[in-house]
């Protein structure tokens, strides 16, 4: 599912591995800081939503 926020957007999906938590993704590391503060950003080179 996508979130489009005045400041951004974000991707929330099921986590692979453990379906009873989600990632929630973007494309731009700056997005998840502003709805997110203080969290811990992790980049993934090889994904599509690298954050």
Known sequence: ???F??????????HRHE??????RARNAQHLDHLFP??????LDEADYRY
Do not use: Y
């Open 5 to 14: 926020l005045h400041d951004g957007f974000v991707s929330i999906v099921a």
């Open 19 to 24: 379906p009873e938590n989600v990632m929630i």
């Open 1 to 3: 599912m996508w979130v």
């Open 38 to 43: 203080g969290c811990e950003v992790t980049k």
